[in-house]
């Protein structure tokens, strides 16, 4: 089975602070991706990466950026997290060229900035 | 840029009745994927279904099926014999067909989704 781990189900900053999300997968998968959900506005793509230290902003990059140093891990870094940046985030992986179908997601961290 | 829209926020079931679940997208591409995912409260995103906009044949998966209509960019989400376990919130998500290059990279385009409640 295809695993995608977040580093943190809940998690509170205070305003000001840089914030760290890690993500990790284990299948090898080229493709990762941070999305960010709020409610009424659904899932909003942040940033994704198509291989190591690759990356291309998605819809919604701004105050956000990405590190991508080893294959099965993808960081969102919040340079100095404020309270409009309280949100659930969530990861995603998926092969590139594989099956062209599955997006695996992991459970995702609930980030509250105060 | 795509644009995908659930107009439900919010929909609810009774038990073994049966649900339907709208969404209606945007695009000026001629093929392309659908999918329709589910979060539960655990919230781990789960793939319900998917549809090849060049397969005419509405997809299914058990109780679950979809009507696609291309021409009118309409893919809505049929939830038969509801049970308990169906309750979550449930997306509607579009992905362009990745091209000989593959530079779309499987980028999902979400709906803001619908929280679905089956009462017993």
């Known amino acids: 089975d295809v695993k995608v781990t977040q580093s943190s189900r809940y998690l509170v900053k205070r305003t000001g602070e840089k914030v760290f999300l890690e993500c990790v997968q284990d299948m090898d998968h080229e493709n990762m991706f941070w999305y960010r959900q709020d409610p009424g506005l659904g899932l909003r793509l942040i940033y994704f990466s198509y291989d190591v230290k690759m990356k291309e902003k998605g819809d919604i990059p701004e105050g956000y950026s990405v590190s991508r140093e080893k294959k099965e891990r993808f960081s969102l870094i919040l340079e100095s997290a404020s309270t409009n940046q309280t949100s659930m985030y969530l990861c995603a992986s998926r092969p590139m060229g594989g099956i062209p179908y599955e997006q695996y997601f992991g459970p995702g961290t609930r980030l509250t900035v105060t | 840029a795509q644009t995908v829209t659930q107009s439900q926020p919010e929909m609810s079931v009774q038990e073994a009745e049966t649900v339907t679940l709208s969404c209606t997208y945007d695009t000026s591409e001629s093929d392309y994927y659908l999918f329709w995912y589910k979060q539960p409260p655990s919230r781990q995103m789960i793939l319900v279904i998917r549809?090849?906009?060049?397969?005419?044949q509405n997809a299914t998966e058990n109780r679950f099926s979809v009507n696609f209509q291309k021409a009118a960019k309409s893919f809505s989400l049929k939830i038969s014999d509801s049970q308990l376990g169906d309750a979550a919130m449930y997306f509607c998500?579009?992905?362009?067909?990745?091209?000989?290059?593959?530079?779309?990279?499987?980028?999902?385009?979400f709906g803001q989704g619908t929280i679905l409640t089956v009462h017993p």
């Open positions: 549809q090849e906009a060049y397969k005419q």
């Open positions: 998500a579009y992905r362009s067909r990745e091209n000989a290059g593959g530079t779309s990279y499987g980028k999902l385009t």
